[in-house]
């Protein structure tokens, strides 16, 4: 039963009451199942009673069962919905400093450019950007930088949202520039 | 007016229909408030914080009232831990009340600890109240957490300026609203009629229950449901006494040590009727390869435990009693002669029965701890007992000779097996019953953990009969040892024994030993018709071994290709 289907990257999105040491239990319930949490962001939504928290957790189908109904357990968790089974965006935003010596700054400049990433800090050896996109785009990103040595990264954790309009997720990306921003969960790494 | 956080918990607890608290005092829980004094709450001043929680277990498990437990802070926590563990894994509803040094915390001030962060593993939740207003409807939200859904213990902190802050009282709360809990109690109609279905078919079916039924107080309808279909039946070490042991289809224990016939139904079923059990380890033996020659449905209120090792193909969703009814109801629409069509079945059940009956040889000389055991449970048997056990090998003994009518009369450590149970179950039971036949068969090990109760059941005039079978080992931990290794000495013992006899004296309480086969019969009357706590060391056989038995990861099947089981071969230890 276990392993029929190999382990893929599960975005689940919780609403939670916005109590102390919520977090804790939701974080302590997936370590004690040892499993590994690849990344999270929690944020208050227009309820200030309720805090979304949104997890990325890779599993097969059966771990993820056990996940999605143990954290459907806790008292505090009042909607659990792994967005993977659906159409969604998700989105992650990074601040980037990489090393930007003078032979190196317009190009760098220009991959920038290309991603609509933006130089928020800048010295004479180093820019730091921002810029955010889905998985795809950002790990696009990176590797491009790569070459020119990044110095330091911050990542905020994906967020994402399902997506309610019938529109297919392509044409939507046309309408909007076909520039990655909008894109859905299959858009192209890198827009043109 | 206005009044003390402390008069207000007090209150509320009252309001909750508490009658009983077991606990151990200290500095800051209830700021000089008296549970007795103005309040109908009986407080029971036990030895140790696991024990008080232990005993609120053994409270909850013999009335279906949750129990209550209050503690102090710091190391008065910790020492709830294990027992609030247990209580985790084998569903109990208990609630337990924790004093907290400041209002603010995290100032490491003295007996103080992170409480909540302690309590997340072991709790199904936990609370701490930052607002004295708060604890009307905190406590009103723990009662019902801890007894709704799977029940569990649930942890209320209670920093100390909470309790002493005054504030109106306006009344407990009708009703609670918590909108991350709500617990299916419906079965889905659909699937109940799909396992409706597959009963009506099957051939070979067996039904596998456990402590579900009795968390949901659901016997009668499992004793309706054997009625129509004549399914047999067998429970593990959490359900017995959910179906009376005298039952033409109970198999009796199933799972690692389970009856040899029970644990063959499993393996030549066809179907599989899981109501209330949760497929543990101890039961399965290797998962993977468990009842994949059969169709399963599983019961549970828990959708955790459904599909966590073994794939189900009819899964339900709900409470056991509101399942089982609406299931009986569509089984009785069903026309089939259900005694005919079962009659090879049930023969083959006989006809394995009769090739490895369950069995001991007492000879002259030493006590076997099976005829011992034996002997205490017929002979109490007329009394409907509640019987609390420790942990090991007299566990097992005690579960599979186990004689029992009604549910709630079975008190046993399952999921975590915690040695040192018995005493404080039975102390639980018996302030629950104060007239009811109450014993704790232990083992010489277990007992020595918790043996300080004994000043709590003579305090409060609690007549536990206790009967210690008395090997001088770990017993269990030396049948493995013996399995597994071929080292001596053996790290399970032996061990050097306190005088239980003497020492039960010592407490106030009256000891009694019994060396002698001849003299088990008159020593366990002695033991029931003498008031008060009562100590019985019973020496028995060291070196016997519980059979038959699953080796840890092994498929159940494996039990199969295991000779007769042949306990009175005391000598050769497992085959």
């Known amino acids: 039963m276990k392993g029929q289907i190999p382990p893929r990257r599960h975005i689940l999105t919780l609403l939670v009451e916005n109590q102390v040491g919520v977090l804790a239990r939701i974080a302590g319930l997936i370590a004690a199942k040892g499993y590994n949490i690849d990344s999270v962001s929690v944020g208050e939504t227009m309820d200030a009673s309720v805090s979304r928290v949104t997890l990325v957790v890779h599993g097969d189908d059966w771990v993820m069962e056990q996940v999605l109904k143990q954290l459907n357990r806790l008292i505090e968790v009042i909607k659990v919905v792994d967005l993977t089974e659906e159409e969604f ?8 400093r990489v090393n930007a010596d003078p032979p190196n700054r317009a190009e760098i400049f220009r991959i920038a450019d290309i991603f609509r990433a933006k130089v928020v800090d800048l010295t004479h050896r180093t820019y730091t950007l921002e810029a955010t996109g889905d998985e795809d785009k950002i790990q696009a990103l990176l590797e491009l930088l790569r070459p020119f040595g990044i110095k330091e990264l911050v990542r905020t954790g994906l967020i994402a949202i399902g997506r309610v309009s019938k529109v297919p997720s392509s044409k939507l990306e046309r309408v909007a520039g076909g520039d990655g921003e909008e894109g859905a969960k299959k858009s192209p790494a890198v827009a043109t | 007016m206005k009044i003390t956080g402390a008069e207000i918990l007090l209150k509320s607890l009252v309001e909750e229909g508490v ?46 009232r949750t129990g209550t437990v ?6 008065g926590v910790t020492n709830c831990v294990t027992a609030l563990t247990d209580a985790l894994v084998d569903s109990m509803a208990i609630v337990v009340l924790t004093g907290q040094l400041p209002a603010v915390m995290g ?46 213990p649930v942890l209320v902190d209670l920093p100390e300026a909470v309790m002493a802050d005054c504030v109106a009282y306006t009344g407990h709360p009708k009703s609670v609203a918590i909108r991350g809990y709500n617990p299916q109690m419906a079965g889905h109609p659909g699937q109940i009629k799909r396992a409706a279905e597959l009963i009506a078919q099957a051939r070979r079916p067996v039904i596998y229950g456990g402590g579900g039924i009795i968390h949901a107080d659901a016997s009668e309808e499992l004793h309706e449901l054997v009625e129509i279909t004549q399914i047999p039946t067998t429970l593990t070490l959490m359900g017995l006494g959910a179906l009376p042991t005298s039952h033409p289809l109970w198999l009796g224990m199933l799972g690692m040590h389970g009856l040899y016939w029970a644990n063959r139904c499993l393996i030549d079923a066809d179907l599989i009727v899981a109501i209330g059990s949760r497929f543990d380890d101890r039961v399965t033996g290797k998962a993977c390869d468990f009842g994949t020659q059969c169709k399963i449905i599983h019961v549970d209120i828990d959708p955790t435990s459904i599909q966590k090792h073994v794939k189900v193909d009819v899964p339900i969703v709900g409470d056991v009693r509101c399942v089982l009814r609406e299931l009986n109801k569509e089984l009785r629409k069903v026309e089939r002669n259900w005694a005919r069509d079962f009659e090879e079945w049930h023969g083959q059940i006989e006809a394995w029965k009769k090739q490895h009956p369950l069995r001991y040889e007492q000879r002259q000389g030493v006590i ?26 007299h566990q097992v003994w005690a579960a599979q000779f186990y004689r029992g009518r009604k549910p709630r009369r079975w ?23 104060p007239k009811g036949l109450v014993l704790n068969i232990d083992g010489d090990g277990g007992s020595q953990v918790t043996l300080s109760e004994l000043s709590t059941l003579v305090d409060y005039k609690l007549p536990v009969k206790t009967f210690i079978i008395n090997n001088r080992c770990l017993g269990m931990v030396r049948q493995w040892h013996q399995r597994v290794s071929t080292h001596q000495p053996l790290p399970a013992g032996p061990m050097h024994q306190p005088d239980f006899v003497k020492l039960a004296e010592a407490y106030g309480a009256v000891g009694i030993r019994i060396e002698r086969p001849e003299d088990v019969k008159a020593g366990i009357e002695k033991a029931i018709n003498t008031p008060g706590p009562v100590v019985v060391d019973v020496v028995v056989e060291r070196e016997e071994n519980c059979l038959p038995a699953i080796p840890a990861g092994a498929a159940i099947t494996d039990i199969v290709r295991a000779p007769a089981p042949t306990p009175d071969k005391s000598s050769q230890a497992w085959h």
């Open chain 2, 368 to 393: 076997k701890p099976q005829y011992a055991i034996d002997m205490i449970l017929r002979l109490t048997e007329e009394y409907d007992p509640i019987i609390a056990t420790g942990v090991g090998q």
């Open chain 2, 19 to 64: 009658t009983t608290i077991f606990g151990h005092p200290g500095g800051v829980i209830l700021h000089g408030a008296d549970p007795a004094s103005d309040h109908p709450i009986k407080y029971i001043l036990c030895r140790h914080e696991q024990v008080a929680t232990h005993a609120a277990e053994g409270y909850y498990k013999a009335t279906g």
């Open chain 1, 89 to 96: 965006i998700e989105r992650e935003m990074i601040l980037v």
């Open chain 2, 411 to 433: 008190l046993s450590s399952g999921g975590l097996g915690t040695m040192g149970y018995g005493f404080p179950a039975a102390l639980g039971a018996q302030a629950a019953f």
């Open chain 2, 70 to 75: 209050m503690v102090s802070s710091g190391s």
């Open chain 2, 107 to 152: 100032w490491d001030a003295s007996q103080e600890a992170d409480v909540v962060g302690t309590a997340r593993g072991c709790t199904k939740h936990s609370f701490v109240v930052f607002k004295t207003e708060e604890i009307p409807r905190i406590i009103k939200e723990a009662y019902f957490i801890a007894r709704s859904g799977r029940p569990g």
